[in-house]
């Protein structure tokens, strides 16, 4: 049985239609990624399966529950970080576990949790003086009070530096190691494609697409790149008879060349070689998410 | 009911953390019934029907630390914590909102009886403070005049989309209520264009209803008072519950 099943979600904000008939299911012990650019209807279907949110139609079973009328009996069982939420300013650390622990009819010792996510010294920290990075593990601790077979992450990276986003890449891997299922919204492609089993991409309230992030790449016939920079005048049109190569681009020195197949790189320098070609800082750029999220709705992801 | 013992304690520290709503509830009204203290002493005087300056004071500072509490700080903690997410990340567990709310009352409510307390020992051992009244009516009476002005302050926090908003209309409706309803200036030393004003604001009712029940007047002098502040308190209730919004 999926652990998340949904059927025709719709969501709509006055005129605004957020979520237009998505479906889909998420299976146990998989870490399912929902993408796409700011305002695509992200927050809005995870917050409908969390049952934070009412839906105007379809249905949602998460856990074999109905998240309109069995709310609480959900939430014993599933952990949620959210956007946009907060503690006040003032409780400490220890505090807040201690208090979001008792809520829960089941719960694991956040002492050893706070341990493991390294927030143990900061015990006695008030919640206001934590950095974005501390109060993002805060908030995974919290998720995880009651030991929940489902966690959702809404957005857990934004804001955060490029170091710490790495680290909550661990974090949510840790997770979904400790046997647990793990939903997560994201903005960011790159952490769609390395963080995520799944990956279903959304804009304007649609599900384009929905696959391992490696099927949507190589689906979609997306090109590779190599990209060099040329000193003199350059000659394109020995590449251009080159099995495999698509499109070449220049601009001033920096020269890309566009195409497909495992032998494209090796080629290329080959002929740059043999006809003389004096090149350098050349490298290969492998297509990613947003090159699928580019090619399936003609434009660069809306940040 | 599972957390509401934690929730009370938790909640109970962030009120003693907070500099602003510690002061106003338990230091600004001693300081003030030490300032007026001083200038006039607790000798009886006949504009207060015999009493003295302390003596009416401290029934009506227990007023004025009511507002406090439904004026000022539930509005502007509850507008605050929905505006900053702190409800939003409460209602991510299974807690229940009458959790959250009882727990929030009772904590405020100790605070405020604690303020009146301080009071109520200052009076006594630096003014020999009189009392004729019966203590248990007099706390009925502080119980009904707190919860109907907490439920007033939960309206406010409800209406308010900010925790500015809210701060802005708990002054608005707090300044004109402590300076017209003898809370803080004695009733009877009001001009009379002001004792007409007085007359519209709940507060009059509760330093009222607080100040009789002091002098051992009978509760049927009373009832008019109970009835402004019950109705306060259910049409408060009824409409917090209809509107009240956790994000």
Redesign the interface.
Known sequence: MPIIKLEHLRKVYGDVVAVDDVSFEVEAGEIFGMVGPNGAGKTTTIECI?G?RRPDGGSIHVLGLNPKTDG?AL??RIG?Q?Q?????D??KVW?AL???A????RSVDWHSLMEQLGLADKSNAHFAKLSGGLKQRLFIV?ALLNDPELVFFDELTTGLDPQARRTMWDLVRNVRDRGKTVFLTTHYMEEAEWLCDRVAIIDRGRIIALDTPENLIRSLDVDSRVVFSVDGTFEMEPLRTLRGVGRIEQSGERVTVYGQGQTLVGDVVNVLTTSGVRFRDLRTEQPTLDDVFLTLTGQEMRD | MRGLRKLMLVELKLFLREPETFFFTLIFPMVMLFVFGSIYGNKPVEIFGGRGTVDISVPAYMGLIIAVTGLMSIPISTATDREKGVLRRLRATPVRLQTILIARIMMYFVMTLVGALLLVAAGKIVYGLRFDGNALYVFLAFIISALSFFALGFVIASLAPTGRTANIVGMALFFPMIFFSGATIPWNVLPDGVQMVGRALPLTYVVKLLQGLWFAEPWNEHLLKVAVLAGMLIVGVVVSAKIFRWE
């Open positions: 969390e934070l609480y939430r014993e949620m959210l946009e939420s907060e503690l006040p003032r409780i505090e201690d208090l979001y008792s809520f829960y009819q919290l």
